[in-house]
């Protein structure tokens, strides 16, 4: 509808699902990926954290508070709750249909994919990382050592994951 005949995206979280799942369903469309902090699945351990994801918008702890007064100054109080509470709807369907997202139809990706994870993720596991890229025929795994999820914060100058990148 925009007229955009190609694409690169880079994307993190949930935004790396949707860029896999357009590759799979527009492959002429995309051109390449950077996917940061994806699987193609939701991991089990999800389900244990679910009820308590959320719990910074109303009880922020250390360091949690800038992220909160940003949030609610952009969205509200409301907004922030309803959009928390859409979400964990949308990953209790997921789960309720397997939990797959992109990972099963991750063979029809065309593109070069560079998935970026990091290697101390306890919900999106080196293994499950391992799993999509194993998945994606021209996918390259990099996983960052001494890191949970959001590698792009690991250093806040940027630089080693602009490295990472352009690489």
């Given at each position: 509808r925009l007229g955009v005949?190609?694409?690169?995206i880079f994307a993190t979280g949930d935004g790396a699902e949707s860029a896999l799942l357009l590759?799979?369903?527009?492959?002429?469309?995309?051109?390449?990926?950077v996917a940061v902090d994806v699987t193609g699945a939701?991991?089990?351990?999800?389900l244990d954290l679910l009820p308590h994801?959320?719990?910074?918008?109303?009880?922020p702890g250390p360091g949690q508070l800038a992220q909160r007064t940003a949030a609610i100054s952009a969205y509200g109080l409301d907004g922030i709750r309803a959009m928390w509470a859409g979400w964990k709807e949308a990953v209790r369907q997921i789960f309720a249909a397997g939990g797959n997202i992109s990972l099963a139809e991750a063979g029809a990706i065309r593109c070069p994919v560079l998935i970026l994870n990091g290697a101390d993720d306890d919900l999106n596991t080196p293994a499950m990382s391992e799993a999509l890229a194993a998945a994606i025929p021209q996918a390259e795994l990099r996983l960052v050592p001494n890191t949970m999820q959001l590698v792009y914060d690991?250093?806040?100058?940027?630089r080693g994951f602009h490295e990472l990148i352009t690489e």
């Open positions: 005949s190609e694409t690169r590759a799979i369903a527009q492959p002429a469309l995309v051109r390449a990926i939701l991991p089990p351990s999800l994801i959320d719990s910074w918008v109303d009880n690991k250093d806040k100058s940027l």
